[in-house]
């Protein structure tokens, strides 16, 4: 076991000489703990991310059990974020939240950690699997630093990954309504509603949750929905044209009930 962890730490120190060589930093191979961490500081001020980079991995491989190791992992996943290098900054924000939980960078961490995903999310039509993690990481924030400073920001990232996520499922719906399969609509509709209720699209889907019932002569139905609609959204640009759904719903309504009659 001994002989083990001598030849980890070799390779660690190997390692830690291999990035101090790469980096353009004139930091002496003796150089303290504190020297580098400030030298990384000063680099990443200047916006040389990945040499400041190099100091702080240096940090954290060679004293990871430091006072500030902390602090150089934080900075380590911040270079990445700033290079845009996310998937990265994603690891190692996530490798500080795990390895120095009792970090006072673990909340900003967390944050980024989902400020991380948010920037891989792609547009709505495509896989949504980096936008299901920000959102999940966006709420774990929000369970664990409810009085943060951070909220108002993290829940507008929340909102708008929430966003695309139920247009997502709206243009899924649209289509089915566009090729007259009302029924099917109606589910990707009622499904913005149950579990995008806070989204933009919410409205929009409730609106033609009642056209669609309207087409499958569900007036009551119909009825209901575009009642909700102007009860909930009553400065809503559509109330115009809720209002003369409403109308024209029970119109055909009245004469579905009086050709039902009639044919007793």
Request: glycine residues 4%; contains cysteine.
């Amino acid at each position: 076991m001994n002989t083990k962890r001598k030849y980890i730490a070799a390779l660690m120190g190997i390692l830690a000489l291999f990035l101090f060589s790469c980096t353009k930093s004139h930091m002496k191979p003796n150089a303290t703990l504190e020297e580098r961490m400030e030298e990384g500081m000063r680099l990443f001020e200047k916006g040389n991310y990945f040499d400041a980079k190099t100091q702080f991995r240096i940090v954290t491989l060679s004293h990871s059990g430091s006072l500030i190791a902390d602090k150089a992992q934080f900075y380590t996943a911040e270079c990445h974020f700033n290079m845009k290098e996310y998937i990265l900054s994603a690891s190692e924000y996530e490798r500080l939240i795990k390895v120095y939980p009792n970090s006072e960078y673990v909340d900003d961490a967390k944050y980024k950690l989902g400020l991380s995903y948010y920037k891989l999310s792609p547009k709505y039509s495509l896989d949504q699997e980096y936008t299901l993690s920000s959102i999940v990481h966006f709420q774990e924030f929000l369970e664990d630093y409810h009085t943060s400073d951070l909220v108002p920001e993290v829940e507008k990232y929340l909102l708008e990954a929430r966003n695309k996520l139920a247009q997502k499922v709206y243009a899924s719906a649209d289509i089915y309504r566009k090729m007259t399969y009302y029924g099917a609509a109606n589910i990707y509709y009622s499904k913005v509603l149950e579990e995008y209720y806070d989204t933009e699209f919410a409205p929009k889907a409730l609106f033609w949750l009642g056209e669609c019932n309207r087409r499958q002569e569900k007036y009551q139905e119909s009825l209901d929905a575009f009642a909700e609609f102007m009860q909930k959204y009553p400065e809503h640009e559509w109330i115009p044209r809720a209002r003369n759904k409403i109308k024209q719903t029970q119109r055909e309504y009245e004469k579905y009930r009086r050709m039902a009659q009639g044919s007793r």
